[in-house]
């Protein structure tokens, strides 16, 4: 197969140290070395996020929906009720797991790409007393917007007030303070800005709220939060898990914290930075306002007589894998992710092609 360069938010292109790490060799899960590989991947993500003191990490074998629904389908006392921001697919996706698992919800919806009002969240929780999870995306990877993590962690502090947060697409790309405000799930996934392969993902969960899950009964058996953690702080796993996806995670966070998770945040700034720069020159629009961009993706607007099913298929053809809008904006934005492990001049070939395409069409 020709080799891409992937440039879809995940699964994302690894150096050869992660993907050769998956040849590692056959293992039972029940035998010590697994347990080893475990604790050190467990250990190595508090350590890269320096969370150490405050948090656990939980690991799961599937893709990052999974870790979010362990995460979503354990963290509600019944009889309360959550608090579900959604602008966007993934913040929709979260309020359908409430759905799905009966909880009782209040929505506050946006148009994809509109930025959530605090006033409007705060008086939510003031005028709803059952109120006891609040639960939103970081990034939202739809339309490449960063919420506004940092102040509704605020009102979640002040209000006394669970929060969950779906970092899938920004953990390791765009900052997250854990030691300024407090999340009590905090969702991650391998395969995208922590340069892993797909099969495992993981929750990090603040310890201070630990004896509160504990009581919650499970709605779930696969999904189980409370009692993954019990049997990981064992040494021991609930199910078979994806191994050779977890070698391959534990060689991408030997990376991460040798390079930093600042470091690599910066990297994806400038990167980023950069292919904005070029998409500018090439008179591309923005789906999003620049305060409130990630450092991981961008959102344009698809250019009046391109079609984003050619466009696709030329940057394919000379080695870029580049995504569709979803859903509302099928057909009128696409997506240039800036994640993994990718060298800096497929940046700016990769800006070549899309001039060329975008030129062609206005010729
Ligand atoms: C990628 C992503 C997910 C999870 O998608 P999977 O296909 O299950 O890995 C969830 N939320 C956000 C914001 C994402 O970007």
């Known amino acids: 197969m020709k080799k891409m360069t992937l440039m879809n938010p995940g699964p994302v292109n690894v150096t050869d140290r992660v993907r050769d790490a998956q040849l590692r060799g056959d293992l039972c899960h029940r035998e010590p070395e697994f347990s080893d590989l475990m604790g050190s991947i467990r250990k190595k993500l508090l350590q890269a996020f320096d969370i150490e003191k405050e948090y656990s990490a939980i690991l799961i074998t599937g893709s990052g929906t999974a870790a979010l629904e362990m995460a979503v389908s354990s963290c509600l006392t019944p009889d309360r009720s959550m608090l579900v921001i959604q602008n966007g697919v993934y913040g929709n996706r979260i309020g359908k797991m409430a ?22 969240v705060e008086q939510a929780l003031k005028e709803n007393s059952s109120i006891e999870v609040i639960a939103m995306v970081h990034h939202e990877t739809t339309t490449g917007l960063l919420n506004p993590l940092p102040e509704i962690a605020l009102l979640a502090k002040q209000y006394d007030k669970r929060l969950v947060v779906d970092c899938i697409s920004s953990l390791g790309g765009d900052k997250i303070n854990f030691g300024q405000y407090p999340i009590d799930f905090a969702v991650g996934t391998a395969n995208k800005c922590i340069h ?45 898990p994806a191994i050779q996806a977890h070698y391959a995670l534990n060689a991408a966070l030997e990376e991460l914290l040798e390079e930093t998770v600042d470091r690599r945040i910066e990297r994806y700034r400038k990167i980023a930075e950069g292919l904005r720069k070029g998409f500018k020159e090439i008179g591309l629009d923005f789906l999003i306002p620049e305060s409130h961009r990630s450092n991981c993706l961008t959102a344009l607007k698809l250019p009046n007589g391109l079609s984003y099913d050619w466009l696709h298929d030329k940057l394919k053809k000379n080695g870029f894998i580049i995504y569709a809008g979803q859903g509302l904006f099928n057909k009128k934005i696409f997506r240039i992710a800036n994640m993994g492990n990718i060298e800096d001049e497929k940046f700016d070939f990769c800006l070549k092609v899309l001039k060329e395409c975008v030129t062609k069409i206005r010729e």
Request: charged share 30%; hydrophobic share 35%; no cysteine.
């Open 99 to 120: 759905d799905v698992y009966r909880m009782s919800k209040h929505i506050i919806n946006y148009n994809w790409g509109e930025i959530p009002r605090l006033e409007e």
């Open 196 to 240: 892993g392969l797909p099969g495992v993902s993981f929750v990090l969960h603040r310890k201070k709220d630990l004896s509160r899950i504990k009581d919650i009964p499970a709605r779930s058996v696969y999904f189980d939060l409370a009692e993954h953690l019990k049997v990981q702080e064992q040494g021991d796993t609930l199910f078979t």
